[in-house]
Nanobody
Framework: QVQLVESGGGLVQPGGSLRLSCAVSGSISSINDMGWYRQVPGKQRELVATITSGGRANYADSVRGRFTISRDNAKKTVYLQMDSLKPEDTAVYYC???????????????WGQGTQVTVSS
């Protein structure tokens, strides 16, 4: 019913940049907060950045000043611009969105399938 499709991951050298995108599709009434999380093997998934429907952003300390989250509500898409990338940013990045379905009354969290980001020389 609902799909979150991420794109934009890949291999980049330290100091480089990548831009992730996540497009939401399906029988959706509205989207509230959207965000990006990341996970490395053996560790818990951690918050990278979130953004409200009104555009207020929140960042993890480890990425503040280097990453920028944004969204296009008309396109139902959230972006993550990642600059000054470091090897420790290597992870699978997951998109998250809080969505209310058509004819639905409650909000539920949905996840994308993940996209690999590798920062290495």
């Amino acid at each position: 019913q609902v799909q979150l499709v991420e794109s934009g991951g890949g291999l980049v050298q330290p100091g480089g940049s990548l831009r992730l995108s996540c497009a939401v599709s399906g029988s959706i009434s509205s989207i509230n907060d959207m965000g990006w999380y990341r996970q490395v093997p053996g560790k818990q998934r951690e918050l990278v950045a979130t953004i409200t429907s009104g555009g207020r952003a929140n960042y993890a300390d480890s990425v503040r000043g280097r990453f920028t989250i944004s969204r296009d509500n008309a396109k139902k898409t959230v972006y993550l611009q990642m600059d000054s990338l470091k090897p420790e940013d290597t992870a699978v990045y997951y998109c998250n969105a809080w969505i209310r379905l058509l004819l639905g009354r409650t909000w539920s969290g949905y996840w994308g399938q993940g996209t690999q980001v590798t920062v290495s020389s």
